[in-house]
Protein backbone atom coordinates (compact mmCIF):
# COMPACT_ATOMS: atom_id res chain seq x y z
CA UNK A 1 0.00 0.00 0.00
CA UNK A 2 1.31 3.29 -1.14
CA UNK A 3 2.29 5.01 2.66
CA UNK A 4 1.22 8.15 1.64
CA UNK A 5 -2.81 6.66 1.45
CA UNK A 6 -1.76 5.26 5.57
CA UNK A 7 -3.19 7.31 8.55
CA UNK A 8 0.25 8.48 10.69
CA UNK A 9 1.26 6.75 13.87
CA UNK A 10 1.59 8.11 17.09
CA UNK A 11 -0.99 11.17 16.48
CA UNK A 12 1.52 13.04 14.27
CA UNK A 13 0.05 16.03 12.29
CA UNK A 14 -0.92 15.29 8.85
CA UNK A 15 0.77 18.39 6.57
CA UNK A 16 -0.09 18.79 2.54
CA UNK A 17 2.56 20.08 0.83
CA UNK A 18 2.13 21.58 -2.48
CA UNK A 19 5.28 22.74 -4.14
CA UNK A 20 6.12 22.86 -8.09
CA UNK A 21 10.03 23.65 -7.12
CA UNK A 22 11.57 19.69 -6.34
CA UNK A 23 14.24 20.86 -4.49
CA UNK A 24 12.46 23.13 -2.39
CA UNK A 25 9.42 20.61 -2.05
CA UNK A 26 12.25 18.16 -1.24
CA UNK A 27 13.78 20.29 1.50
CA UNK A 28 10.72 21.45 3.22
CA UNK A 29 9.61 18.00 3.36
CA UNK A 30 13.09 17.26 4.93
CA UNK A 31 12.81 20.11 7.81
CA UNK A 32 8.92 19.23 8.48
CA UNK A 33 10.20 15.49 8.70
CA UNK A 34 12.67 16.22 11.15
CA UNK A 35 9.81 17.71 13.38
CA UNK A 36 8.06 14.74 13.56
CA UNK A 37 5.03 15.66 11.02
CA UNK A 38 3.79 13.44 8.24
CA UNK A 39 4.47 15.46 5.02
CA UNK A 40 1.78 14.20 1.93
CA UNK A 41 4.45 15.87 -0.89
CA UNK A 42 3.03 17.28 -4.30
CA UNK A 43 3.93 19.03 -7.57
CA UNK A 44 1.33 21.12 -8.26
CA UNK A 45 -2.24 22.00 -7.49
CA UNK A 46 -3.66 19.19 -9.13
CA UNK A 47 -1.74 16.91 -7.70
CA UNK A 48 -2.31 17.84 -3.85
CA UNK A 49 -6.25 18.11 -4.44
CA UNK A 50 -6.04 14.07 -5.73
CA UNK A 51 -4.07 13.36 -2.31
CA UNK A 52 -6.54 15.47 -0.67
CA UNK A 53 -9.15 13.52 -2.04
CA UNK A 54 -7.89 10.10 -1.21
CA UNK A 55 -5.89 10.86 2.11
CA UNK A 56 -8.26 8.18 4.36
CA UNK A 57 -7.06 10.75 7.41
CA UNK A 58 -7.47 13.83 8.68
CA UNK A 59 -5.08 16.53 7.30
CA UNK A 60 -4.64 19.31 9.38
CA UNK A 61 -2.78 21.78 6.90
CA UNK A 62 -2.35 22.84 3.68
CA UNK A 63 1.57 23.91 2.93
CA UNK A 64 0.94 25.55 -0.59
CA UNK A 65 3.07 27.50 -3.02
CA UNK A 66 0.97 30.54 -4.53
CA UNK A 67 2.40 30.40 -8.22
CA UNK A 68 2.16 26.54 -9.61
CA UNK A 69 1.26 25.48 -12.97
CA UNK A 70 -2.30 23.99 -13.44
CA UNK A 71 -3.61 24.85 -10.43
CA UNK A 72 -1.97 28.05 -8.31
CA UNK A 73 -2.20 27.72 -4.45
CA UNK A 74 -5.14 29.94 -3.90
CA UNK A 75 -7.37 28.13 -5.85
CA UNK A 76 -6.04 25.04 -4.41
CA UNK A 77 -6.71 26.23 -0.65
CA UNK A 78 -10.26 26.90 -2.09
CA UNK A 79 -11.01 23.32 -3.19
CA UNK A 80 -9.25 21.70 -0.28
CA UNK A 81 -10.91 24.11 2.68
CA UNK A 82 -14.00 22.60 0.80
CA UNK A 83 -13.09 19.14 1.26
CA UNK A 84 -11.86 19.62 4.31
CA UNK A 85 -13.23 22.23 6.41
CA UNK A 86 -11.29 23.46 9.25
CA UNK A 87 -7.78 22.54 7.70
CA UNK A 88 -5.18 25.53 8.80
CA UNK A 89 -3.86 26.83 5.54
CA UNK A 90 -0.27 28.34 5.14
CA UNK A 91 0.60 30.33 1.72
CA UNK A 92 4.07 30.97 0.28
CA UNK A 93 5.42 32.77 -2.50
CA UNK A 94 8.36 34.31 -3.68
CA UNK A 95 6.67 36.55 -6.18
CA UNK A 96 3.53 38.21 -4.17
CA UNK A 97 3.47 39.73 -0.76
CA UNK A 98 0.87 39.10 2.03
CA UNK A 99 -0.65 41.99 0.66
CA UNK A 100 -1.67 41.01 -2.91
CA UNK A 101 -3.61 37.75 -1.57
CA UNK A 102 -7.14 38.18 -2.31
CA UNK A 103 -8.00 37.36 1.01
CA UNK A 104 -5.55 38.35 3.54
CA UNK A 105 -7.46 37.14 6.28
CA UNK A 106 -8.17 33.27 5.55
CA UNK A 107 -4.59 32.51 5.16
CA UNK A 108 -1.35 32.84 6.61
CA UNK A 109 1.51 33.57 4.17
CA UNK A 110 5.40 32.85 4.06
CA UNK A 111 7.61 34.63 2.49
CA UNK A 112 10.30 33.05 0.05
CA UNK A 113 13.24 32.58 0.89
CA UNK A 114 12.86 31.52 3.96
CA UNK A 115 15.13 29.82 6.58
CA UNK A 116 14.10 26.11 7.79
CA UNK A 117 13.37 27.81 11.78
CA UNK A 118 11.24 30.02 10.25
CA UNK A 119 9.00 27.60 8.65
CA UNK A 120 9.32 25.00 11.50
CA UNK A 121 7.96 28.07 14.00
CA UNK A 122 5.06 29.18 11.61
CA UNK A 123 3.88 25.50 11.22
CA UNK A 124 4.18 25.03 14.79
CA UNK A 125 1.85 28.13 15.77
CA UNK A 126 -0.21 27.25 13.32
CA UNK A 127 -0.98 24.00 14.12
CA UNK A 128 -1.03 24.61 17.98
CA UNK A 129 -3.29 28.26 18.50
CA UNK A 130 -4.41 28.73 14.80
CA UNK A 131 -3.33 31.53 13.46
CA UNK A 132 0.26 33.22 13.39
CA UNK A 133 1.04 36.57 15.24
CA UNK A 134 1.14 40.28 12.94
CA UNK A 135 4.20 40.67 11.77
CA UNK A 136 5.36 37.50 11.26
CA UNK A 137 5.08 37.22 7.74
Not at 67 to 89: A, F, T, Y
Request: charged share 20%; with cysteine.
Amino acid sequence: MNPELQTPVNGQPVILLAEDDRLVRNLIQAVLGQEDYTVLSAEDGVDALEKSRNYPGEIQLLLSDIKMPRMDGLELSQHVMKQRPGIKVLLMSGKLSGEALVNPGASNFLRKPFIAQTLRSMVKTLLCSGAIPAGSS
